[in-house]
């Protein structure tokens, strides 16, 4: 709903309603001035305004006229309807606001610190996309020193690190600990397998050969918390050799 719009309509409306008025109570206390008709652009206001009303409180806009009433009376429980629904609209997006539901906030700082670290002087100057790139290359070099692996790049390192497979020599692997006789743990080796893979690819990479990547502030932290992720399974896991 476009409360901006709803705002300036019923603004204008209550402002003709009050001149309106005006001119009603002054022909109800000078008996030589003339009982004023409804103006026009009144009338048509009134017909945009009710549905504008009941869109914010169903049925509040719908003031209907009693035949024992006055002009005075009738126009001022149209006013009172329209100030009821200036009031919604105004405050719509702060009460909206109050509302919703309190939700979790991720620290940056509470980032693992093998991606925090590196990406922080960067994130403080404003360089997202190097921020990003920079918590991934470390990230990587963490992983090939814990493997003591530096002949293959980090996409193929975490599918053959997290493998299923045994050690091979010169290839060992990453373990979680757990029982590994389960389909929980095997699920957890496979994951990790294809989310780091998966986290290289399409976020390190990215960053690294694209000139200019327009990341805005939440996309890059949800990059860097990803990789966050990865950090700490490649920490927690032992490294098992052939």
Same mark, same amino acid.
């Given at each position: 709903? +476009?409360?901006?719009?709803?705002?300036?309509?019923?603004? +204008?409306?209550?402002?003709?309603?009050?001149?309106?008025?005006?001119?009603?109570?002054?022909?109800?206390?000078?008996?030589?001035?003339?009982?004023?008709?409804?103006?026009?652009?009144?009338?048509?206001?009134?017909?945009?305004?009710?549905?504008?009303?009941?869109?914010?409180?169903?049925?509040?806009?719908?003031?209907?006229?009693?035949?024992?009433?006055? +002009?005075?009376?009738?126009?001022?429980?149209?006013?009172?309807?329209?100030?009821?629904?200036?009031?919604?609209?105004?405050?719509?997006?702060?009460?909206?606001?109050?509302?919703?539901?309190?939700?979790?906030?991720?620290?940056?700082?509470?980032?693992?610190?093998?991606?925090?670290?590196?990406?922080?002087?960067?994130?403080?100057?404003?360089?997202?996309?190097?921020?990003?790139?920079?918590?991934?290359?470390?990230?990587?070099?963490?992983?090939?020193?814990?493997?003591?692996?530096?002949?293959?790049?980090?996409?193929?390192?975490?599918?053959?690190?997290?493998?299923?497979?045994?050690?091979?020599?010169?290839?060992?692997?990453?373990?979680?600990?757990?029982?590994?006789?389960?389909?929980?743990?095997?699920?957890?080796?496979?994951?990790?397998?294809?989310?780091?893979?998966?986290?290289?690819?399409?976020?390190?990479?990215?960053?690294?050969?694209?000139?200019?990547? +327009?990341?805005?502030?939440?996309?890059?932290?949800?990059?860097?918390?990803?990789?966050?992720?990865?950090?700490?399974?490649?920490?927690?896991?032992?490294?098992?050799?052939?």
């Amino acid at each position: 709903m +476009d409360h901006g719009f709803a705002v300036r309509k019923l603004t +204008d409306f209550l402002a003709l309603v009050r001149g309106y008025l005006d001119e009603v109570e002054l022909a109800s206390k000078d008996v030589g001035v003339e009982w004023p008709d409804w103006p026009q652009e009144l009338v048509v206001g009134e017909a945009v305004v009710r549905q504008i009303v009941n869109a914010y409180s169903p049925g509040l806009g719908d003031v209907v006229r009693d035949e024992t009433e006055n +002009d005075f009376t009738y126009w001022n429980r149209v006013r009172t309807a329209a100030a009821q629904a200036l009031g919604m609209a105004s405050s719509a997006e702060e009460i909206a606001a109050f509302l919703r539901p309190t939700s979790p906030v991720i620290a940056a700082g509470s980032l693992h610190p093998w991606v925090w670290e590196p990406a922080a002087p960067l994130w403080g100057a404003g360089a997202r996309q190097d921020a990003v790139l920079a918590g991934a290359r470390t990230l990587n070099r963490r992983l090939q020193q814990k493997l003591d692996r530096h002949d293959i790049g980090e996409t193929d390192l975490c599918m053959q690190a997290f493998d299923l497979k045994e050690a091979q020599p010169g290839k060992p692997r990453l373990r979680f600990s757990g029982d590994r006789a389960t389909a929980t743990w095997r699920a957890q080796q496979e994951g990790a397998k294809y989310f780091g893979a998966g986290a290289f690819l399409a976020i390190r990479n990215v960053a690294a050969h694209e000139e200019y990547v +327009d990341w805005s502030q939440q996309a890059a932290l949800e990059h860097l918390a990803a990789l966050s992720v990865l950090a700490r399974w490649i920490e927690e896991c032992t490294k098992e050799q052939a």
